[in-house]
């Protein structure tokens, strides 16, 4: 006896059932180890921030290096203003000074063109007029900069220390701003270093030499022991004409100050 098919219900019968998805299987944790502490895990990151927590405020700068750093700002600022100068009207002349004088400070890095721009102004140094305009347009500024950019220079030192020697040689006046510009101490400095340098060695003494044929510059002279780098240039020097030269003109000179020579025993030695 054969029996009706049963009734659809809903619709036509799934072809499967689907069974419940398995559960994934994860990654076992690892054990910690005894040698582990909980702060371990994350260790590294936390002695970062401790490092960043218990980081000291820089140090103080002291007295000195304030100075400096505002002397190098206020450098900066000269020059930029020099830079920024108007252009002179009907001063041919000048106007090629100040040429000069701007395509050096622009150009501070090449110390070619600092040699060319310090001997082309020594040869415009041909009266005190041209001195004080020379200074008025920045002159003494391109040579501290020039110096003070290329102390292994030596033709550069060189040329620099003849040049502060025509100023004073023409215009005593300037010896103030020579001063102030701390061009005495920058040719002090060239000396030393170059020691044996005939050049640097000449010129430095020549400048000395042109200080000290006006009394009123023999405190300054004194004042930063010109007398003694003169003597130590000759005895470095000895066999060199021209830096002895130039050292027994400048000694005959101070020798002549009216409260005696400057000139101590030490050095006689």
Request: aromatic share 6%; glycine share 6%; net charge positive.
């Amino acid at each position: 006896m054969r029996f009706a098919p049963p009734a659809k219900v809903g619709g036509s019968t799934p072809k499967s059932i689907s069974k419940p998805p398995k559960k994934k299987e994860g990654v076992k944790k690892r054990k910690r180890d005894s040698m582990e502490s909980e702060d371990g895990i994350f260790g590294d990151e936390r002695q970062k921030n401790d490092e960043v927590a218990g980081l000291k405020s820089p140090p103080e700068l002291s007295a000195a290096e304030l100075t400096a750093i505002a002397k190098a700002k206020e450098k900066e600022e000269t020059i930029e203003k020099i830079i920024n100068s108007r252009p002179l009207k009907d001063d041919p002349v000048g106007s090629k000074m100040r040429s000069i004088i701007i395509r050096s400070l622009k150009n501070r890095d090449n110390f070619k063109l600092q040699e060319k721009a310090l001997e082309n102004q020594r040869l415009m140094v041909t009266s005190a007029d041209n001195v004080a305009k020379l200074i008025l347009l920045g002159c003494l500024t391109m040579v501290s900069t020039a110096m003070t950019a290329h102390t292994d220079k030596s033709i550069v030192q060189a040329e620099a220390s003849a040049l502060l020697a025509e100023l004073a040689w023409l215009n005593q006046s300037c010896t103030v701003a020579i001063v102030e510009e701390g061009c005495i101490q920058l040719v002090l400095k060239s000396l030393k270093q170059h020691g044996i340098d005939q050049k640097v060695q000449q010129m430095g003494c020549n400048f000395f030499r042109a200080l000290s044929y006006d009394f009123a510059n023999h405190p300054i002279i004194d004042r930063f022991s010109g007398v003694g780098a003169v003597i130590d240039s000759m005895k470095q020097n000895a066999d060199k004409y021209d830096v002895l030269k130039e050292g027994c003109y400048f000694l005959q000179n101070v020798s002549w100050q009216k409260k005696g020579c400057g000139i101590s025993s030490f050095y006689l030695l």
